[in-house]
């Protein structure tokens, strides 16, 4: 189904934005997760730029351009709103579920929050990894980047290069 159908379609059925929630939380979240580097913040977050998508969603006109830029646009308002007011204030994990480790959602939280921590230790490391790379002669950062960033073999490199 393309974009515009899904949108017509989410229009006519409130409840099929769940399919748009489904597509892009992971994004948003990620997303909010790195600006804020606030586990609970960046879930208070998400939810809320999710919510407005879903309160404004009727007035959302499809231009060809994706959604997730309008969510990102949310998302990036929210955010800006929470370091100009401070006004989110999230409960901590442990205060709403106590420490019960038998709690499902008390585990898919404590789950979300390593992986969005290993995420944004990834990207942390990426921007170190390209910091790294521009100190190198050009050279060399062609070839390490068409190498590892675009994952070609080295024949493939040697031909784009016209390198031996």
């Known amino acids: 189904m393309s974009e515009e159908q899904l949108i017509k379609e989410v229009k006519n059925i409130p409840e099929r934005f769940e399919i748009i929630y489904l597509q892009h939380y992971k994004t948003i979240f990620n997303y909010c997760y790195r600006r804020t580097r606030n586990f609970d913040t960046s879930k208070d977050i998400t939810s809320e730029t999710f ?17 997730i830029n309008w969510l990102y646009r949310i998302a990036t308002n929210e955010i800006n709103l929470f370091y100009r007011s401070k006004k989110y204030n999230p409960i901590l994990l442990y205060e709403t579920y106590g420490d019960n480790p038998l709690s499902t959602a008390y585990k898919h939280l404590i789950e979300e929050k390593y992986n969005a921590e290993f995420e944004l230790e990834k990207h942390l490391q990426f921007i170190k990894v390209q910091k790294a790379l521009k100190e190198l002669s050009l050279k060399y950062q062609e070839v390490i980047s068409l190498k590892y960033f675009e994952k070609l073999k080295i024949k493939e490199i040697s031909v784009i290069l016209n390198k031996k």
């Open 51 to 67: 919510l407005k998508a879903f309160l404004k969603f009727h007035t959302y006109k499809w231009k060809g351009i994706p959604i």
